[in-house]
């Protein structure tokens, strides 16, 4: 049984509905040890039938037998197995890698293989010193010479050890010293017991060969047994061929990334932009909140809120809170006290000798009040008063902070009616002065307030309740949702939260959504980066056409393909990242500067979240647009892509 059978091939091109018969019955044996010339006029079909042996072309009539198997009924994949472990290519233009050296050229095809990295190494070396090119391994295919390229094709030829060689025109682009040179290689290669089949216009090379077949008008005129074929060699091999690793396609993905690293950074400074713009708007929107929470909660403690009892359509009525109230309030989860508070909205009258201070707020002390704030002195205690460095000023105006210990009379306006107003009185001590200008409340201890009332016969009770929250500020508005859910025997909502603190998650809000707007204002730039990666990768497909072409001939799979691709425009997108987020901290660095000497604050803030998430939407962002041209890279017909120009 012939090693390798052509069965009355017929192959037909269909162009513009005209029918061109190119191959019309082939019908040849081949053994192993043979080193066949086919011969023929140009555009005969000699390329046409090695693309057939060579499973490169599946589309034809009759059938193509190895040790008596047809490819006929191969699937893709077997015909991908079928050309890593039995063929090897030798083309007349060389179809050498450009971006890789000469030593990866021969390593690719050993990615298809069992041996670790080490053996292909060792394996390159030996076989690039086979053919002469020993001190040539680290140069590029454009650092070579036409035979030298064409001794790096038949060293990446014989790397996986297959049966049969392929050669298309393999000295066609040769000078005659070169083609003597080449000759001898691949009648070396007949005589280990391979099967060349070499298509040739000369003369020179059939000759060569053990057998000539010729090929006119589709069918073959003559085939003439030159020599004996060389006896077969039983050969061991201790590798077998494989799919190569997606680890594998990452490395050469890698390899034409660092070729092309200029064009790269070019593609990817452009699509880090997009990145840049996200990371900044979200950097500056943390900052922003950042810095209007650090300037509220430097007037008041996040942690203590304080709670009304809903007024109804009355807005002038004051609601008393009650024990059962604070009881209520204090059933809350995460609630660590609840105390009494009361706010005088009518104000009152601090006099001292012929100085007249009105104050427009009392309010009893509770822990909203930040004793960081209290510049000199301390809360106030039974008959004290803290009153602030604006009120202060009217009593000293040199030396605000110095009427800390002076003695005045307070003055409340406990209601009563109009001819007869109800004044509550009490000498007081100054406690302390806060850092805050005249119209904050000056404040008072809850007992002070309410023993003043008890001596004036006046009926008492909280107006406010203030909840100390535990647990840091994250619990705060999960207490503010479940008191503002509770509900009177009515079914109406009972409390609301009033002070600073309830409008903090408010302007958070609004922040949060200015943040958003400003995020999507700078995801334009952003998809305009997307768009680019596409042209991008699209172009590459192109201009890598033939490239993607060799790969399929060695035996990578679609899939080999469309990983490597996928790497490198993963790679694309990391790398943007990183250009991304290194410019958006240099940025940042700036920013703070000046606004550090301006408000004394970082209004730019980048967290972790913001670079992972920059990181994350790039290599994303680099994969989808990938996924198309990586498609349409799997798809290329090798035997177009191989033609390509
Ligand atoms: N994809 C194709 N579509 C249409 N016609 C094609 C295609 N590929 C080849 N042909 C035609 O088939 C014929 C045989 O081409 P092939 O390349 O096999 O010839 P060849 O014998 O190798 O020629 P040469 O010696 O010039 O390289 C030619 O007429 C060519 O124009």
């Not at 083309?91 to 095809?109: D, G, M, P, R, Y």
């Not at 009355?314 to 995460?334: C, G, P, S």
């Not at 030396?399 to 210990?405: D, E, L, M, Q, W």
């Not at 002070?448 to 994250?474: C, E, H, Q, W």
Request: hydrophobic fraction near 40%; include cysteine.
């Amino acid at each position: 049984m012939a090693y390798l059978e052509l069965k009355d091939i017929k192959k037909s091109y269909e162009v513009d509905n005209q029918h061109f018969q190119v191959l019309n019955g082939i019908n040849l044996q081949f053994s192993k040890g043979e080193f066949v010339s086919i011969l023929g006029e140009s555009g005969g079909g000699k390329t046409t039938l090695m693309n057939i042996i060579a499973g490169l072309d599946g589309n034809y009539q009759g059938d193509v037998l190895l040790n008596g198997k047809s490819l006929k009924r191969e699937t893709s994949q077997q015909l991908d197995e079928y050309r890593r472990s039995t063929i090897g290519f030798i083309f007349q233009s060389f179809n050498l890698v450009s971006h890789l050296t000469v030593k990866e050229n021969v390593i690719v095809a050993l990615e298809m293989t069992t041996m670790n990295k080490q053996e292909q190494e060792q394996r390159a070396r030996d076989l690039l010193k086979q053919v002469g090119l020993a001190d040539h391994q680290n140069k590029y295919p454009n650092q070579l010479s036409g035979g030298q390229k064409q001794r790096v094709s038949i060293a990446r030829a014989l790397a996986a050890d297959p049966e049969i060689i392929i050669a298309d025109e393999p000295t066609g682009a040769l000078d005659a010293q070169n083609t003597d040179e080449i000759l001898k290689l691949m009648n070396d290669i007949a005589k280990s017991g391979k099967l060349v089949i070499a298509v040739t216009h000369s003369q020179i090379v059939a000759d060569y060969g053990t057998r000539i077949v010729h090929l006119a008008n589709g069918v073959i005129d003559s085939d003439r047994q030159l020599k004996d074929p060389f006896p077969v060699v039983q050969e061991n091999n201790s590798f077998h061929s494989k799919v190569a690793s997606s680890f594998a396609m990452f490395r050469m993905a890698w390899e034409h990334f660092c070729y092309n690293l200029k064009r790269n950074i070019l593609i990817m400074i452009g699509s880090a932009i997009g990145i840049f713009s996200v990371i900044i708007m979200l950097g500056l929107g943390n900052g922003a909140k950042g810095y209007i929470n650090h300037e509220i909660y430097s007037q008041i403690n996040p942690n203590t809120i304080q709670v009304t009892k809903k007024t109804g359509d009355d807005q002038t009525k004051q609601i008393k809170l009650t024990n059962q109230d604070q009881k209520k309030l204090e059933k809350i989860k995460h609630v660590k006290s609840v105390s009494k508070g009361y706010f005088a909205v009518t104000g009152g009258q601090l006099r001292q000798g012929n100085k007249n201070i009105h104050l427009q707020t009392i309010q009893t002390y509770d822990h909203t009040i930040k004793t960081k704030n209290i510049k000199t002195g301390k809360i106030p205690g039974k008959n004290e008063i803290l009153i602030s460095k604006g009120d202060a000023q009217k009593i000293n105006k040199k030396n605000p902070y110095a009427v800390k210990g002076n003695k005045l009379m307070l003055y409340i306006n406990a209601g009563g009616s109009q001819t007869q107003p109800k004044i509550l009185q009490q000498e007081v001590t100054i406690s302390g002065v806060s850092d805050s200008l005249s119209g904050t409340p000056a404040v008072i201890s809850y007992d002070t307030l309410a023993s003043m009332y008890r001596a004036g016969g006046v009926d008492f009770s909280p107006n406010f309740l203030s909840v100390d929250i535990a647990g840091g500020v994250k619990n705060v508005e999960p207490v503010q949702n479940k008191i503002k859910a509770l509900h009177s025997s009515t079914g109406k909502a009972d409390f609301q939260i009033t002070g600073a603190g309830s409008i903090v998650s408010t302007l958070n809000t609004y922040v949060n959504i200015a943040v958003g707007v400003l995020t999507s204002i700078a995801a334009i730039s952003l998809l305009v980066s997307t768009i680019m990666i596409i042209v991008v990768l699209y172009i590459s497909v192109s201009e890598r056409t033939q490239e993607i072409g060799i790969l399929r001939a060695l035996g990578f799979t679609k899939r080999n393909i469309r990983h490597l691709f996928i790497f490198e425009a993963a790679i694309l997108g990391f790398f943007a990242s990183i250009i991304a987020v290194i410019l958006a901290y240099v940025l940042e660095l700036g920013i703070n500067h000046l606004t550090n000497s301006g408000i004394h604050y970082s209004l730019m803030q980048i967290s972790v979240g913001n670079v992972l998430f920059g990181v994350i939407v790039s290599v994303v962002i680099c994969l989808l647009a990938a996924l198309a041209p990586a498609l349409k890279a799997a798809r290329v017909d090798p035997v177009v892509s191989l033609s390509a120009e």
